[in-house]
């Protein structure tokens, strides 16, 4: 009977998308539940850019399990994946599917709880505050990115209301392991953080968090033949202020970084300075290359294309800030300003006007405009509609 109620709702779900707060209830028994979530988004870029104009529908969906060990400790775990819905049915086509979260972990009551997997690193606790339009922002959020988005290798302790002592107050440590790969800017070392945040019921909260990262061990073998490391570590501290309603959001965050922000392998346009590591530039030609200089790139105004090597970013700041308004009757407008800052030079920088209809807790529909205004080309109308559970 089991099987059959668990098949029932597996094969709809493959259907379907990620939001847990309306997650189907598969089995809850004798101290153990299983929940399948997920939500299937149909979504349509349109551009004067051609590779960010078309379908860019897809579809997420997971499950959340929990069993209880004794009166004060569970065990939990969770899953979820993301399937393209975008393609072609050609065999021979490459195939974007991914696991996007993988987590096994422990509840202790109070004294909080720590996991391992795939999961949100710990500069996401504070820049997920500003990143609430439906389509873009979230400019600092970078998956696998040592611990600024989603990643690998994540062992992840939380702790809420501080062991149940101090309502509002919550914080978090994690640690990653190595991850060797072949795309070099997807690697990371070994590194740390560590969040807090504090809210109040008035609805302001405050959060700031750090993280330190060594590089792979195949990033550094690649460091004296391409430069891609400028450095043996990567470090990020972020920072972020909220105020928090039924009604309205009001966020912003900040982040700096030391050689943590990719520069891949691309060429850039007239309208942003092109980046190049200062070693490919010969020293009697390049006044910015000093040791002690603030950068280690050489900022070039050309009007020319000019391709630089995949790199990360010595110092980089990110900022982003946002409104929302929730209306009875399931609108949500918002805005929201983001900007990448490298060595004191703007490279990105967007502004997004969104817009969210509810029909019903499981349906709901959005525009989300993002305007460049660095490169109008860039311009870009997302318009989605989204079925979830």
């Keep these: 009977m089991i099987k059959q109620k668990i098949l029932a709702v597996v ?5 379907t998308v990620s939001g847990t707060a309306n997650a189907l209830e ?15 988004s149909g979504v349509r870029y349109i551009s004067r850019e051609s590779k960010d104009d078309g379908d860019k529908s897809y579809i997420n969906f997971g499950f959340k399990g929990e069993t209880r060990i004794n009166e004060d400790i569970s ?10 819905a975008n393609g072609s049915e050609d065999i021979n086509e490459i195939n974007h599917n991914k696991t996007i979260l993988g987590i096994a972990g422990l509840k202790l009551g109070n004294m909080g709880s720590i996991d391992y997997g795939r999961n949100y690193g710990i500069i996401y ?16 959020i970078r998956s696998d990115n040592f611990m600024q988005g989603r990643g690998s290798g994540f062992l992840t302790y939380n702790n809420t209301n501080f062991f149940g002592l101090v309502n509002g107050w919550d914080f978090a440590i994690q640690y990653q392991g190595q991850n060797n790969r072949p795309n070099l800017l997807l690697s990371n070392g070994h590194g740390y953080g560590i969040s807090t945040s504090y809210n109040i019921p008035m609805g302001v909260g405050i959060a700031a968090a750090y993280s330190n990262s060594t590089f792979s061990s195949n990033q550094m073998m690649n460091h004296n033949r391409s430069v891609v490391m400028p450095m043996k570590r990567g470090h990020t501290w972020a920072t972020a202020l909220k105020y928090d309603t039924d009604k309205f959001y009001l966020a912003a965050t900040y982040s700096h970084t030391i050689n943590e922000i990719p520069l891949t392998s691309k060429t850039i346009t007239t309208k942003i300075p092109a980046i190049k590591p200062a070693s490919d530039i010969p020293s009697d030609t390049s006044p910015h290359s000093s040791p002690n200089s603030s950068s280690s790139f050489i900022f070039s ?6 391709p630089y090597i995949p790199t990360f970013a010595k110092r980089g700041s990110t900022f982003e800030i946002v409104a929302q308004y929730k209306f009875d009757f399931g609108l949500s407008p918002s805005i929201s300003y983001s900007e990448t800052t490298i060595g004191g030079i703007a490279t990105e920088k967007y502004i997004s006007l969104g817009a969210t209809y509810s029909f019903n807790k499981k349906l709901t529909t959005y525009f989300n405009y993002k305007i460049d205004p660095m490169y109008s080309p860039g311009n870009i109308v997302a318009v989605g509609l989204v079925y979830q559970f």
């Design 11 to 15: 094969i709809p779900s493959l259907l």
């Design 26 to 40: 598969v089995y809850n028994e004798g101290g153990n539940k299983l929940d399948l979530y997920g939500k299937a």
């Design 75 to 84: 065990g939990y775990g969770q899953w979820e994946y993301k399937i393209l």
């Design 125 to 140: 606790n504070i820049t997920s505050w500003s990143h609430k339009n439906p389509e873009f922002g979230g400019i600092a």
């Design 301 to 306: 105004k050309t009007k020319k294309k000019i």
